[in-house]
């Protein structure tokens, strides 16, 4: 899929980003989105 600058993020296109445990237990889950970007501003990566 092409990088669209002007996309909106909408909870559907969340990825977990992190699980934090305590005890062996899931106590939070956290969703969002990222990107890594280059010098230049073109897309390197980006979860999902």
Known sequence: MPHN???TFTVDS???LAVIE???FVESR???S???LS???SVVTEPG
Request: no cysteine.
């Open 14 to 16: 969340a990825v977990e």
């Open 30 to 32: 956290h969703i969002g």
């Open 39 to 41: 010098a230049d501003g």
């Open 22 to 24: 305590r005890s062996g």
């Open 5 to 7: 600058p002007h996309a």
């Open 34 to 36: 990222a990107v890594l």
